[in-house]
């Protein structure tokens, strides 16, 4: 059996020992990539006497608008068009990078923080635009006073400059089906296959944008991400297990469970979830809930057993997986043994599931502990979920799907939130940023390095795909 750890849109700490733990892609060949320049950023002719770069920059932009506004007069329905596909140049000048509100609701994450704009504008005199945001966890002044230029929110639509990269961490609302010119750097969620990947595409390409996903951005020497929230994830998800264990010996299993809502910092969610924990063992005779990691040597596994540490769950009751117990190929009864299982796994192929129905309803009442299910890694339409109990995300605002059971077996709470690091969300924005920053560095000094042209040849390989989906 092969599997990965989820980082699913998700960094590691300080780098733990990842044993046999495998890279889920790994850096491809920047050979032949093409160095044309996409049709909106080469420099125009003067056909107004316009004889600086200042001049051509306005023609530029205001035939960038125009052409947008033409496409989105067209039918809603995605057509495809074979123009060249755009490419990066290579360039010594300071990039633009225009940093656009975060649309998915709760979402307080952010792809670049005031400390990395701060070296970037400082130390290499790159342009930062910022988008106002009520919900992004950093104020808008920290920004400002560093020299960030401000801007309202989702300008970046009709005012950013066409060779200015758009900066964002989730993806962009489904209902918007308009084109996409600017080059994108964000998680798109359209490279493994999932829901209308292929109408996402194909925003790029009437736009004629470029979309560098997050996701796919290699260290070309270790094959791993340059940045990840996998760590946080792992993080947020055992807490929010842990919390909705305690929430069931406090309520009662029957009792919805809450909303949740981002924590300010890791100081105020540990204290929260430990204060709820110990209340709950005592309640519940002194007994401790046994969690279970599978993919424990991963970010994502790594930070689910700091979580649980931390907020005083003892290593033996720390049930920890990966590669060695799993490769004799599931169903796994052991998992039905523990009160919570965080699965920080994503798997690339399919295998036997790790738990599934059928396994539950087999043992007996006395042997089910299991209460509680996280799946982090949350790939839910992934015809590979290695849990297949449910089909569809939950969230922040209802943050728990049940699943109910053959009698006598009570039901199980399941977690399926697909952006939980944002529980803490100026800690996994920092981790983040930092490990991002020496890659942006390179869209100055070499756009054509190889984790920044490896993304692009990844993503003219799944234009392509959504090409012949949609022909």
């Known amino acids: 059996m092969e599997v990965t750890h989820a980082d699913a849109s998700h960094s590691a700490p300080p780098p733990a020992p990842l044993g046999k733990t495998r890279g889920r892609w790994r850096a491809r060949s920047s050979h032949h990539i093409s160095h044309e320049e996409p049709l909106l950023r080469r420099p125009l002719p ?20 125009i052409s947008s506004r033409t496409y989105i007069s067209q039918n809603a329905r ?42 970037l504008i400082r130390d290499h005199s790159f342009a930062i635009t910022v988008e106002k945001s009520t919900d992004r966890i950093f104020d808008i002044a920290e920004y400002e006073r560093i020299g960030c230029k401000i801007a309202e929110t989702g300008s970046w639509q009709t005012s950013a400059p066409a060779d200015a990269y758009i900066v964002g961490l989730k993806e962009l609302p489904e209902t918007d089906t308009s084109p996409l010119s600017h080059t994108h750097i964000m998680f798109a969620h359209c490279f493994k296959n999932q829901r209308d990947w292929e109408k996402v595409l194909s925003r790029f ?28 994830a792992g993080y947020a998800g055992a807490a929010l297990g842990l919390d909705v264990w305690a929430h069931r010996q406090l309520e009662g299993a029957d009792t919805p469970y809450p909303t949740v809502k981002p924590f300010e910092n890791d100081d105020a969610l540990i204290t929260h979830i430990k ?10 005779g002194g007994q401790t809930p046994s969690v ?25 009751a720390i049930i920890k997986w990966d590669i060695n117990e799993t490769k004799a190929g599931g169903p796994f009864k052991e998992i039905v043994a523990h009160d919570v299982f965080v699965n920080c796994i994503y798997l690339s192929k399919p295998i036997p599931p790790f738990l599934n129905r059928e396994v539950i309803e087999a043992v ?7 209460q509680v299910l996280v799946d982090v890694s949350c790939d839910t339409t992934n015809p590979h979920n290695p849990i297949p109990l449910y089909d569809q995300s939950t969230t922040f605002d209802d943050p728990v799907l049940t699943v109910e059971f053959a009698k006598p077996h009570p039901p199980l709470s399941v977690i399926t939130i697909d952006h939980l690091p944002t529980l803490v969300p100026r800690e996994a924005s920092e981790m983040f940023a930092t490990d991002l920053l020496p890659s942006l560095l390179l869209l100055k000094t070499d756009r054509n390095a190889p984790v920044w042209a490896d993304a692009e040849k990844l993503f003219k390989e799944k234009l392509a795909d959504a090409r012949k989906e949609l022909a």
């Open 364 to 370: 007996s009442e006395k042997e089910r502990k299991l």
């Open 78 to 119: 995605p057509t495809l068009s074979f123009n060249t596909l755009p490419t990066m140049t290579t360039s010594t000048t300071a990039p633009h990078f225009w940093l656009r509100a975060e649309t998915k609701k709760n979402e307080r994450r952010t792809a670049l923080t005031p400390d990395v704009c701060n070296k």
């Open 205 to 232: 390409d009437r736009g004629h944008g470029t979309l560098l996903d997050l996701e796919f951005l290699n260290d070309p020497k270790t094959g791993r991400r340059v940045a990840a929230f996998g760590y946080y």
């Open 292 to 316: 279970m990691v599978m993919g424990a040597l991963g970010r994502c596994g790594s930070g689910a057993v700091d979580l649980a540490r931390k907020i005083g769950i003892s290593d033996e």
């Open 46 to 65: 003067s056909p107004h006497g316009c004889k600086h770069r200042k001049e051509q920059a306005v023609w530029s932009h205001k035939l960038a608008v």
């Open 275 to 284: 204060g709820r924990v110990q209340q709950a063992v005592k309640k519940n």
